[in-house]
């Protein structure tokens, strides 16, 4: 599989915009050590706030500092009042290319800051219609997400990327910085499992903590699927679609090895290639945790 398609995987969820916003989830302590807090939106389904996950020395991330979210374009005005007034959002990572915000734009929101962020290139992945979509799935490496992930990792423009997310981090004094691609899971996925990394979150918790996309995304996935179904009877196609849109242990796995590869360990990751060295670590922590 080409390069090209490799990292315009996740483009195709710009254009193909399924399904209803699953009903809201009241998180209990112990998930929410997990999971942070399911924010409860119409207009996106993979929505959270990462305040409360614990991390190995029993500190926990800081509430209304850092959301995890799919992508903005269906917020409502009510959506818009919560995310703003309750989670002081101040600024907006955005993860997708510039194809997938120029197709499919965020609802801008007053006084709050938009970076685009890219972590993958420009695709022509998904092609000009669904049925060109359901032809390149036929036709695709079944271990084409592994391999996403992978160069989530390692390739120049994703590292650039995630180097951007953490220098706003360490900029954000105050309010809320919300992350974000399409579905939340994949870019979202890569950008949280650093995040915590650097916050000192372990390893299972951080793996829990990806997978919950898969519970939040359940509903419109379903609908995703069944409409994929009914469009093309390729059994190939089918199977690739449902890799493309679940989040499994593999992906992630798939990650942590190319990282300890190249790189040692997500720590040696962190320093050598988006910087955070020992002070800014620290700083990081400073900033996002609370005892």
Request: charged share 25%.
């Amino acid at each position: 599989m080409n390069h090209m398609m490799k990292t315009g995987l996740t483009v195709v969820l710009g254009t193909m915009l399924f399904g209803s916003m699953g009903a809201p989830v009241v998180a209990n302590a112990a998930s929410k050590t997990v999971y942070g807090t399911k924010i409860p939106l119409k207009g996106a389904s993979n929505v959270q706030d990462m305040g409360g996950i614990k991390t190995k020395n029993g500190h926990r991330i800081k509430a209304h500092r850092i959301i995890r979210s799919n992508k903005m374009i269906n917020y409502t005005k009510n959506d818009v009042k919560v995310i703003k007034s309750t989670y002081k959002l101040k600024t907006v990572v955005d993860f997708r290319s510039g194809n997938e915000i120029k197709n499919t734009p965020d609802v801008k929101i007053a006084n709050v800051k938009y970076i685009k962020d890219g972590v993958v290139k420009d695709s022509n992945f998904g092609g000009n219609s669904q049925e060109e979509f359901a032809q390149q799935l036929a036709t695709m490496d079944p271990n084409h997400m592994p391999e996403f992930y992978q160069g989530l990792v390692s390739d120049k423009i994703s590292i650039k990327g995630y180097k951007v997310f953490f220098n706003q981090l360490l900029k954000q004094k105050n309010g809320s910085t919300l992350f974000h691609c399409t579905d939340g899971k994949d870019r979202t996925g890569i950008g949280a499992m650093l995040f915590l990394s650097a916050m000192g979150v372990s390893k299972q918790t951080i793996m829990k903590e990806y997978l919950r996309s898969n519970h939040n995304l359940a509903k419109e996935n379903k609908i995703a699927i069944s409409a994929m179904d009914k469009l093309t009877t390729n059994k190939d196609a089918r199977a690739n679609f449902r890799r493309l849109k679940a989040v499994k242990k593999a992906y992630l796995n798939a990650a942590y090895k190319t990282i300890d590869k190249k790189y040692g360990s997500v720590d040696n990751f962190l320093k050598t290639q988006i910087g955070l060295n020992a002070h800014k670590k620290a700083q990081l922590r400073a900033m996002y945790l609370t005892k």
